[in-house]
T-cell receptor, first 118, second 112 residues
Framework: GAVVSQHPSWVICKSGTSVKIECRSL??????MFWYRQFPKQSLMLMAT?????????EQGVEKDKFLINHASLTLSTLTVTSAHPEDSSFYIC??????????????FGPGTRLTVT | GESVGLHLPTLSVQEGDNSIINCAYS??????FIWYKQESGKGPQFIID?????DKRQGQRVTVLLNKTVKHLSLQIAATQPGDSAVYFC???????????FGGGTRLMVKP
């Protein structure tokens, strides 16, 4: 149980285009989903916290107009990287916090999406 | 032995030996600590967690030790196997919600 999927697993796009990444909790409902970015050989950096039905909370330094997050249902959150530039190339990972049961800090991670902007 | 790479310290151990991966955390108010394993190109996998009112917790082949006095966390892996090769991250939850703050990570390389 507690499986989180991401789609696509990798994407290559041209500079200036937008890319949407989906995060789904497959066998549980998630009131909260988190989006992380990870550069090579570095740790996960939290970008934003996404709560179902409300606006996402962005971490300091993360542009909310560039990284659009939508959490329309208890099993789906999307991250759209708008007007992507090569410096946005990174590994984007989502995680989901179960709506019921478990510890408040419990997060199940997706497999990640590798974004390359050319 | 340990070496410090460009961004990620590396611990190299012989198969069958025990591994100890260390983590220093910053927030004395953190209530839960979690260890994750991340294989190349994949998301983090939960290994074990420990609450701040404990100093030791054991799982299958893994033990987590918590020293709140010096804000230090360690993960011990017994009889390390090639499949244990990965990057290991500690994370802390500061009891102010459900957010996690990740440490820098350590790459574990297991030599056959």
């Amino acid at each position: 149980g507690a499986v989180v999927s991401q789609h696509p697993s990798w994407v290559i796009c041209k500079s200036g285009t937008s890319v949407k990444i989906e995060c789904r909790s497959l066998d549980f409902q998630a009131t909260t989903m988190f989006w992380y970015r990870q550069f090579p050989k570095q740790s996960l950096m939290l970008m934003a916290t996404s709560n179902e039905g409300s606006k996402a909370t962005y971490e300091q330094g993360v542009e909310k107009d560039k990284f659009l997050i939508n959490h329309a249902s208890l099993t789906l959150s999307t991250l759209t990287v708008t007007s992507a530039h090569p410096e946005d190339s990174s590994f984007y990972i989502c995680s989901a916090n179960p709506a019921r049961g478990g510890q408040p800090y419990e997060q199940y991670f997706g497999p990640g999406t590798r974004l390359t902007v050319t | 032995g340990e070496s410090v790479g460009l961004h990620l310290p590396t611990l190299s151990v012989q198969e069958g030996d025990n591994s100890i991966i260390n983590c220093a955390y910053s927030n004395s108010a953190s209530d839960y600590f979690i260890w994750y394993k991340q294989e190349s190109g994949k998301g983090p996998q939960f290994i074990i967690d420990i609450r701040s009112n404990m100093d030791k917790r054991q799982g299958q082949r893994v033990t987590v030790l918590l020293n709140k006095t010096v804000k230090h966390l360690s993960l011990q892996i017994a009889a390390t196997q090639p499949g244990d090769s990965a990057v290991y991250f500690c994370a802390e939850n500061n009891n102010a919600g459900n957010m996690l703050t990740f440490g820098g990570g350590t790459r574990l390389m297991v030599k056959p």
